[in-house]
């Protein structure tokens, strides 16, 4: 549930505002780019991770993006304030309002819309389905988190009326790319494996995490394509997202998981440590 109060250009409206017109080429074409932040004991977290990918798809996009990271986050974190929301997750959009056959009269070059909703409940595991060609790795907005979002929500309403959660999207060339809006991972033993960005995944601030800054030991985490039967042969299978962590898989089409490994949970464990030392390195505690 969308909280009360919105961000529209640096100020704080209420979401029953009209704010928005037809004349925001953006708007009508899905021509922007957007990331969900976790907002967790009133900060945001990774939001430098976030604003950097953004501005990086931005720039391949041409929509104009703000200059100020952290004037956009004292602006986000009134919103938080305002709908009394430390605790949930938040949408941060920038839309190019100029361009193209259809534009109309606006007075910003792009608008920077932010809200915040409530924390979802995703339950104890996943059940994933399959999608042929379901990402393009060859294209060169392939990876780029964009507003033309309608093929992923259609994917994912086909599979929830098939009687699952979530999607594998798989690339031309039959490897796994990821699902509609998380990364996927497989364990063996203690080798963790997700797809490369050349598969035509995003390149989510979980998953870089995971690949980056948790360590382990013991555990390994790296690239690798992988296929189908990959994921149906493996021990364990986890999603990753800012709003889930990281999620078991219970099932990939006919295929039970087994998750008899112990890997997502030695990740998890050190994620959640992680995620603990950024909220008080952010509001200054001692660790």
């Keep these: 549930m969308v909280h009360c109060f919105i961000l529209h250009n640096g100020q704080i409206r209420d979401s029953r505002e009209k704010l928005l017109s037809p004349g925001q080429v953006g708007l009508m074409n899905g021509w922007g780019v957007f990331s969900t932040i976790r907002v967790a004991d009133g900060v945001l977290f990774?939001?430098?991770?976030?604003?950097?990918?953004?501005?990086?798809?931005?720039?391949?996009?041409?929509?104009?993006?703000?200059?100020?990271?952290?004037?956009?986050?004292?602006?986000?974190?009134?919103?938080?304030?305002?709908?009394?929301?430390?605790?949930?997750?938040?949408r941060v959009v920038v839309v190019r309002n100029r361009g193209g056959a259809f534009g109309g009269p606006v007075e910003t070059d792009a608008d920077l819309i932010a809200f915040t909703a409530s924390l979802k409940d995703w339950g104890r595991g996943v059940k994933l389905a399959y999608v042929e060609q379901g990402r393009h790795a060859g294209s060169r907005f392939a990876g780029a988190k964009i507003l033309s979002w309608s093929m992923n929500l259609t994917f994912l309403e086909e599979a929830q009326s098939a009687g699952f959660d979530e999607v594998v999207l798989l690339n031309e060339r039959g490897e796994v790319a990821e699902c509609t809006s998380a990364n996927i991972f497989i364990a063996r033993d203690r080798q963790v494996f997700t797809p490369p960005l050349s598969s035509g995944c995003l390149p989510g601030v979980t998953r870089e995490l995971l690949l980056g800054e948790i360590r382990v030991s013991g555990y390994e985490i790296s690239e690798q394509t992988l296929y189908p039967r990959d994921l149906e042969t493996a021990p364990e299978v986890f999603i990753t997202s800012t709003t889930r962590d990281l999620l078991p898989v219970e099932r990939i089409g006919d295929y039970r998981i087994p998750n008899s490994g112990t890997a997502r949970a030695a990740l998890q464990a050190a994620f959640s440590r992680y995620v603990e030392q950024y909220i008080a390195a952010r509001k200054g505690i001692p660790v």
């Design 46 to 90: 990774a939001f430098e991770r976030h604003w950097a990918r953004m501005s990086k798809d931005a720039a391949l996009l041409h929509v104009p993006f703000p200059k100020q990271p952290e004037e956009t986050r004292a602006a986000l974190l009134r919103l938080v304030e305002a709908n009394g929301a430390p605790d949930c997750t938040l």
